[in-house]
């Protein structure tokens, strides 16, 4: 394997990657999550919210619908291939109040007042989350709420398929389900007092369950490959990987009842707060 595969790749390089097929498998997930997170965060016609991590805009789109025309988003991403596919998105809906900027969610720039913060599956990405969010909760007006999706428990299927991967791993790869126990992504607990001490209060947390269905083992490859879990594959020694495809296969199709899809059930947390 060449110094490059070894490589544990950046953020920006792991998303511009997949930009072109992200969110774009036909497997419903990104979407539906953004669109609990949005709604648990409840913007207002005429707010100002930030989009953090835009992705494609799977939270930018609500956002804007929500907030309307009289209010104004900011969609923020590192990723300069995604940062373009959300542009072209939000000109061709027409969306005038949203803006699409290019920008590091670990160094955003001094705009602040906002009143809703959106992040959804972000923040475990990051370097230092804490000092991120940290600066998140500063750009927030005085009462203004931010909203997080991280994972919660997977199930155990999940877990069996990501140990797949486990052998070829570099250390430190950025992938949320590889931080370990002593991690605040991994539990509720953790992820509340990660937001209070980054200066919010009543902080809570939602989590639900929800459910990601695949036709076969080749929907699920093309959908782990347009993600962040494109990074796992890569570690993977190029001779190795169909076998870990059929053994995917494989616990996939424990999960198959009759003619229906396979399943696999991630347990989303929403943890959300307030600037005092």
Known sequence: MSNEE??????????????????????????????????????RPGEHALDVGCGRGAVTMPLAAAVGPSGTVTAVDVSAAMVAATRDLVEAAGLTQV???????AELGTEAGYDVLASSLVLFFLEDPLRALTRWVSLLAPAGRIGLTTFGELDGLTREIDALFAPWLPPGL?????????????????????????????????????????????????????????????????PERPGVLERAGELLERTREGDGPARLVWQM???????P
């Open 6 to 43: 070894h490589a544990k790749p950046s953020v920006a390089q792991v998303f511009d990657s997949v930009a072109a097929t992200y969110d774009q498998s036909g497997v419903a997930f990104f979407r539906p999550v953004a669109a609990r997170l949005v709604s648990l965060l409840a913007p």
């Open 99 to 105: 803006a699409v900027v290019q920008g590091d969610a």
């Open 174 to 238: 950025l992938d949320p389900r590889t931080s370990g126990g002593d991690s605040p992504f991994a539990s509720e607990a953790g992820m509340e007092e990660l937001l209070r001490a980054a200066g919010a209060t009543d902080v809570t947390t939602v989590l639900e369950p929800t459910v990601v269905e695949f036709p076969d083992v080749e929907t699920w490859r093309q959908f782990s490959m347009s993600t962040g879990q494109r990074a796992m594959w890569m570690a993977v020694p190029e």
């Open 269 to 275: 947390r929403y943890t959300l707060g307030r600037r």
